[in-house]
C-alpha cells in the first residue's frame, strides 16, 4: 500500500505541475512517466514476473503477458513527449499534457483493482507520513470530506499542518531543543505589556511586534523544514484560520468564503499537507541524531575532558637518508 501510494503521490505531482505556467508545467510529463515505470514495476512483482534491468518502457507491455496492459499506444506518445524533453529539450503543449493526465487516470483506475484488489482512489497517500499527529488528523478530515462537509475537513486540515509543525518544533524535550524550534511558541493570546506604561502609546507597537514575532517564528519553521512556502500561502489564503479556547474546544468561523470551499480546494489542501509531510521528514534523522547524542551524553560515569584546539596538525619530521650512509642497512 505504501508503494501504491508513493505511486498515486507521484500522480498527483504531476497534475500539480501540469498546472503551472510554461514551461514550468513540462515537469509534469517526468512525474507521469516516472509514475507509470513505478506502478508496472509493482505491477510484475504483484502477479512474480521478474523484470530484466534493459527492459524499455514500451517493452513493459510484452513482459507482464498473459496480462494485458492497456493504454500501451497513448503511454507510446507519453514517452515519445518525454524523450523528445529530456534529449532534444522540446517543451510539451498544454494538450499533450493533458492527454498524458487523462490517459494515466484512465490506466491507473482500470488496472489497480485488476492486479491489487483495490480502486486506485481508495489508496491513501496519507500512509507516507512519518508523523503520527498529522497523519491522525488527516484521517479524521476525510471523514467530514466523504460527507461533503468540506470547510470541517479543511479545519482538520488545518489542524494537521500545526500538528506537523508542533512535531519537529517540540518532539523529545528531554533529548535538548528541537534546532526546529526557534523560541517557545507563540500565541495570540500572548500580550506583550510593560508595567507603568501607557496602553495608548505602547500597546499599538507591541501588538505590531508580537504579530511580526509570530508570523516571523511560522515562517522560520516552515522553510527550516523545506516546506513550500507560496503553497503555505495558497493554504492559508484559502482555509479557515481555527482558533483554541479555555474549555479546550477549536474552531472556526463560518464564513461565506468558508462555505464555498469546494471538493478541488480540498483535494489540493490534502496533497499539499501531505507533500508537506513528506518534505520535512528530511528531519526526522536529525532528531534522531539528537535523541541518539544525548543517549551518549546523558549521565556519564566519569566527567568530560576538556581538549583545547590547537590549530592545524605539525607534519611529521622527514629526513632523507641514503642508503649508502646508513650503517644499519643490510648490504
Known sequence: MQRLAYVRYLYREGVEESRRPTPLRSRAITSFHDAVENFIGLVAQQLGVELKKNTEFL???????????????????????????????????????????????????????????VDFDAVDMVDLL??????????????????????????????????????????????????????ARLYRSDVVQIPGAGNSQINPKLKKLGQFAMDAQDALRVISLGIDYPSLARFRVMSPPVYGYADGSQRFVNLPSVRTLSADDYDWARHFIIESGLRASRADEIRGMQERAHELNWNPKTLFGERSWTGPVEPTPYEEVSVFEDETLDP
Open 130 to 183: 512519518t508523523q503520527p499527529e498529522t497523519a491522525r488528523l488527516v484521517r479524521e478530515a476525510q471523514t467530514h470530506a466523504d460527507a461533503g462537509d468540506y470547510p470541517m475537513a479543511m479545519a482538520g486540515l488545518v489542524l494537521a499542518f500545526d500538528a506537523l509543525l508542533d512535531h519537529y518544533a517540540t518532539g523529545d524535550r528531554s533529548a535538548g531543543e528541537s534546532p526546529f524550534r526557534f523560541g
Open 59 to 117: 517493452g513493459y507491455w510484452e513482459a507482464v503477458k498473459p496480462f494485458e496492459l492497456p493504454k500501451k499506444e497513448q503511454m507510446r506518445r507519453l514517452n515519445d513527449v518525454r524523450v523528445a524533453l529530456k534529449h532534444n529539450g522540446t517543451f510539451p503543449s498544454e494538450h499533450q499534457i493533458e492527454q498524458a493526465r487523462e490517459a494515466l487516470a484512465d490506466f491507473f483506475t482500470t488496472v489497480t483493482p485488476k492486479v491489487f484488489d
